[in-house]
């Protein structure tokens, strides 16, 4: 018997401590319980507050996961090229045609129009494509395509003959001279979108500006082509009448000591070759193509244009370089031709340098001010800060008023010789205002003037 009291005494301590670690609504459940199920339960319910404490770091951990943006690759994937399309050109010849895209423009495309208009690519300076559509507004069209006159039309003179025209203010046999311009056969023109090269559009180069550009409308003289850009070349066609294919050159060129310098009259009436000297990869190379560091593969010339990419490999590791861009007809040999008869000087860049912004500037745009509220301010406190100067002095002046002491002054004008003869300065001034001639001066003599001094 008294084994198994002190048995029981043991399980009633060992009740009393793990009551005493448990949660409060833990303690309510032992009373009501055996003394053999509170190990358990107590057991159980420390078990309970470790997976509730995992289970929560894990909720904070997935918490922080789904605040951190992963950065994901994203993939190169272009749009897909225009599917190629079948026309029949001079009535009887099918072709396939493939459309190929550079720099954005789609070239021989399938044609298109918006509204009964089509739309067309013009290009600034620099030779950037820009998709223009045409409107209708108030029934007049406006961005329509430009009107080429008759820059790609060919003149042929007709003789007619009275005795077939029969024209009855002629006679019999006189006859009628008529000049009539027909197209040009439109069927691969029509498949270029850019804006054609013509003479309304060429500009004027050199430091005068006295020298026109022919045969390029693009782009302008010292453009600056930045490194990776896509730029089109165009050129009237017409200006090579006999080539049928083309190709452009590159060459790199430095101006030379006697125009540094030089005024825009000293310049006027000056080409390329007064301006201008070709920078020679060898010193054995007289002229020709050779000199040139780009030259592009024959194409047509009845196209009109040249995608110009700047590859970094033109620049040569230095941030600029100038360069020209000639185009050489194929009746021209490579020996002969001259890179300064027909070009245009660029400047051929790494990019644009962009100026950065201090914190001080940053921080007020984060506040909503920048430049054009920065003048705004300065405009609206000038006239404040000059206003408020102005009463400060006025109201000093007002205060000091009595302080101002001028009898030496006074005293001074009063003793002078000059008081004597002018009189007091009051009768002076109403005298003036009185009278609007004025009296002359007193003359003296000499001897009088000697006796003033030995006073």
């Not at 319980?33 to 909720?59: G, M």
């Not at 390329?272 to 780009?294: C, N, P, Q, R």
């Not at 001010?369 to 609206?380: F, H, S, T």
Request: aromatic letters at 10%; charged letters at 25%.
């Amino acid at each position: 018997m008294t084994m198994v009291f002190i048995f029981n005494v043991l399980l009633s301590l060992s009740a009393t401590i793990h009551a005493v670690t448990v949660l409060p609504s833990t303690q309510i459940l032992s009373e009501q319980l055996p003394s053999h199920t509170i190990i358990a339960s107590s057991t159980i319910q420390q078990d309970q507050q470790v997976i509730d404490i995992q289970q929560s770091s894990a909720t904070t951990l997935e918490k922080r996961y789904r605040n951190v943006v992963v950065p994901t690759s994203k993939s190169s994937s272009t749009d897909a090229p225009p599917e190629s399309w079948i026309r029949t050109i001079s009535s009887t010849i099918v072709e396939v045609v493939h459309p190929t895209v550079i720099a954005g423009v789609t070239f021989s495309a399938k044609p298109t129009t918006y509204n009964g208009l089509t739309p067309w690519i013009s290009l600034n300076k620099q030779g950037v494509p820009k998709t223009i559509m045409p409107k209708v507004k108030g029934g007049v069209t406006k961005d329509d395509i430009p009107d080429y006159k008759t820059y790609f039309q060919t003149a042929t003179t007709i003789i007619h003959d009275n005795k077939n025209l029969k024209a009855h203010n002629l006679d019999e046999d006189d006859t009628f001279t008529e000049i009539k311009w027909i197209d040009e056969d439109d069927s691969y023109v029509s498949l270029n979108p850019l804006v054609r090269c013509t003479p309304d559009r060429y500009f004027n180069k050199g430091l005068a500006k006295d020298v026109t550009s022919e045969p390029f409308c693009t782009p302008a003289e010292n453009s600056n082509l930045d490194m990776d850009k896509t730029y089109f070349i165009t050129w009237y066609t017409r200006y090579f009448e006999e080539a049928k294919k083309v190709r452009i050159h590159l060459a790199y060129v430095k101006e030379k000591a006697k125009s540094k310098g030089m005024s825009k009259r000293d310049s006027m009436g000056q080409d390329l070759h007064d301006m201008y000297e070709i920078v020679k990869k060898d010193s054995m190379l007289a002229s020709g193509t050779k000199l040139a560091f780009f030259s592009s593969d024959w194409m047509i010339n009845r196209d009109g244009y040249f995608p110009l990419t700047v590859d970094e490999k033109f620049l040569k590791g230095q941030y600029s370089k100038n360069a020209i861009i000639t185009i050489q007809p194929d009746y021209i040999d490579d020996e002969d031709f001259d890179l300064l008869s027909n070009g245009v000087v660029v400047n051929l860049r790494k990019g644009a340098v962009v100026a950065k912004k201090s914190k001080e500037q940053l921080a007020l745009e984060d506040d909503g001010i920048g430049d054009d509220e920065n003048k705004y301010i300065v405009l609206m406190t000038m006239p404040t800060v000059v206003v408020v100067a102005c009463c400060i002095m006025y109201f000093l002046t007002q205060l000091c008023s009595g302080d101002r002491d001028v009898a030496s002054i006074r005293r001074k004008y009063y003793k002078s010789r000059f008081h004597k003869v002018l009189g007091k300065p009051k009768k002076l001034f109403k005298k003036s205002k009185s009278k609007k001639g004025y009296n002359n001066l007193p003359q003296f003599e000499e001897h009088e003037m000697n006796s003033y001094k030995q006073n």
